[in-house]
């Protein structure tokens, strides 16, 4: 389907309805949510001229036959699932954007797997407030993406991992425990600025921190790298799309040492539990979770969320 141009009072919703172009044929949940998202911030932040008008009812008539055409897509019809699939998409773009960037592999694809995991980090915000451990990865992956891409584009050498003067706040990214509830941002697209580099709130530290990778000596020297404010209040500094698709295959999981030797220890059943409907809805997202996290070979995820469940159905009690 062809959609109107988007105009420039819409420019807040570019990047959206650019993740969705590209996963039409590649992942429709993810097309479909992004373009919802998009039809979200649209509505709120239009005045009504024609050309936006025409362009979001556009985006509505999408949205509506798509919804009809995947009425067996459980990842479309069912929010539990769709928050799932695009919470392990977009962790999935992470790990691998974060694996090759330790490693000095940088290149477009790495700045697109890091730009793309910020963005359908944006879109999860459809389902509610994002944990702790996405506002701290929709960060760092939007930062990484500016920082890499700035570097390549002036025939910097990137330095890898998190900045020295940022190791406290990036010390740990891409743990795999992305499903505890935290205080998350409201959506973005609400104020005048680009939705990609509004400002986004402190994140606490990883209790798990790892040290950022050794620091080599490029040659030629390079430029002070930016910082992370500098980078979110600055739309220039947010690198356009690149036209590169992002390559997460055969990705592994960065597990910091620590959450490798974690020892499981059974909660103890509550006698005459009795769950209320909201609880039975939460433990069955958990399964959902360890499910699509299963797709991905991230097993370590899957762990995580049926022992949330396991405790949940067993106690009452929500990790």
Same mark, same amino acid.
């Given at each position: ?8 009072? #819409? @420019? ?5 309805? /650019?993740?969705?172009? $590209? ?5 429709? !949940? &993810? ?59 977009? #962790? @999935? ?5 974060? /694996?090759?960037?330790? $490693? ?5 694809? !790495? &700045? ?124 220039n500094k947010l690198p356009s799309p690149p036209v590169d698709e992002e390559k997460p295959g055969g990705f592994e ?67």
């Amino acid at each position: 389907m062809e959609f109107p141009p988007c105009p420039a009072t #819409l @420019k807040q919703i570019q990047h959206f309805l /650019k993740i969705a172009q $590209e996963h039409d044929a590649r992942d429709i !949940v &993810v097309a479909y949510w992004a373009r919802l998202y998009a039809l979200q911030i649209g509505l709120k932040i239009s005045k009504q001229q024609p050309d936006e008008t025409k362009l979001l009812l556009a985006i509505m008539d999408w949205l509506e036959n798509t919804k009809k055409t995947q009425v067996e897509n459980e990842a479309i019809t069912n929010e539990v699932a769709a928050q799932a699939h695009l919470e392990n998409y977009a #962790l @999935k773009l992470f790990l691998y954007a974060d /694996k090759q960037d330790r $490693e000095s592999n940088f290149g477009k694809n !790495v &700045v697109k797997a890091f730009y793309s995991s910020g963005v359908i980090y944006d879109v999860l915000q459809t389902f509610g407030e994002l944990s702790e451990e996405s506002i701290h990865n929709r960060k760092y992956a939007k930062w990484k993406a500016a920082y890499i891409h700035n570097c390549l584009k002036n025939g910097e050498v990137p330095i890898p991992g998190p900045m020295p003067e940022n190791e406290d706040e990036f010390g740990a990214v891409g743990g795999a425990d992305g499903n505890n509830e935290g205080e998350g941002a409201q959506a973005d697209g609400d104020g005048d600025g680009d939705p990609e580099i509004t400002a986004i709130p402190q994140d606490p530290p990883s209790d798990e921190p790892v040290g950022p990778a050794p620091i080599p000596d490029p040659s030629p020297p390079q430029s002070p790298p930016p910082t992370v404010d500098e980078v979110l209040n600055n739309p220039n500094k947010l690198p356009s799309p690149p036209v590169d698709e992002e390559k997460p295959g055969g990705f592994e999981p960065y597990e910091p040492q620590a959450q490798q030797n974690r020892i499981y220890i059974p909660p103890t059943p509550v006698a005459d539990l009795q769950l209320t409907p909201e609880q039975i809805m939460k433990a069955q997202k958990y399964t959902k979770f360890a499910g699509t996290a299963l797709n991905f070979d991230d097993v370590k995820t899957a762990i995580d969320n049926l022992q949330k469940a396991l405790k949940l159905l067993t106690t009452g009690e929500d990790s």
